[in-house]
């Protein structure tokens, strides 16, 4: 069946620029991960969606990160005004449910994100 | 402090060898769950195997097998039989109960390289 998957799976923007990245996620999966992984590191939690919600947004750097979910499928990261440190691979993951210690996440390929 | 730690940065092993890939992890909370994700070139997030606080044995999957050492707070990936595919980048990675489950928090990760 299909996986999650990612658009655009790469973006070039300029400094100071509006960037929308795209996330859909398996089927029937209620909950929604959004995660942020730079070079060399491990992927950093950005925000989880419970349907059309954000029950946790507390890993978004800054006010110029936002993202939304409104029909509880498809999410959108939006960055304003993006900054070279914005650069990076930007990951979703789907849950069946937000609930319980073994929750599989399933992630989608990624959008690379690289602010000149 | 680092919830996640994975000491080894990089790790090297033979064809049909076994590997032992380190995470150390640091939390309070009396429920939570571990999980090892395999992250190829390509970039996906596979996931390995999860271990639960409360599971008493430890998990096995195929050639995984976690190391589960719960006073010691050591969750370490064991893989028999190493094949060339297995070169990769490993991440241990946590989801704790005081956070209602939802978010993974990952280590740096470990790369590893099987040789011929």
């Known amino acids: 069946g299909a996986g999650v998957s990612q658009t655009p799976s790469n973006k070039v923007t300029e400094k100071g620029k509006y960037v929308e990245l795209r996330c859909d996620p398996i089927s029937g999966h209620t909950a929604l991960y959004w995660y942020r992984q730079s070079l060399g590191q491990g992927p950093e939690f950005l925000i989880y969606?419970?349907?059309?919600?954000?029950?946790?947004d507390s890993g978004l750097p800054n006010d110029r990160f936002f993202a939304v979910r409104p029909e509880g499928s498809v999410s959108t990261l939006k960055i304003q005004r993006t900054e070279r440190g914005d650069s990076a691979v930007y990951l979703c993951a789907s849950s069946v449910s937000g609930r319980g210690t073994y929750n599989e996440q399933f992630f989608g390929p990624g959008t690379r994100l690289t602010v000149l | 402090a680092q919830k996640i730690t994975q000491t080894q940065p990089g790790m090297f092993v033979q064809e049909k060898e076994a590997v032992t890939l380190d995470c150390t992890y640091d939390?309070?909370?009396?429920?939570?769950?571990l999980f090892w994700y395999k992250q190829p070139s390509s970039g996906e997030m596979i996931f390995l195997i999860y271990?639960?606080?409360?599971?008493?044995q430890n998990a096995t999957e195929g050639r995984y097998s976690l190391n589960f050492q719960k006073a010691r707070k050591s969750a370490n990936l064991v893989i028999s039989a190493s094949q060339l595919g297995d070169s990769a980048m490993y991440f241990c990675a946590m989801r704790e109960g005081r956070r209602g489950y939802s978010t993974l928090t990952f280590g740096k990760g470990t790369m590893l390289l099987v040789s011929p």
């Open positions: 969606f419970q349907g059309t919600g954000a029950a946790d």
């Open positions: 939390t309070s909370d009396q429920s939570y769950g």
């Open positions: 271990q639960g606080s409360y599971d008493e």
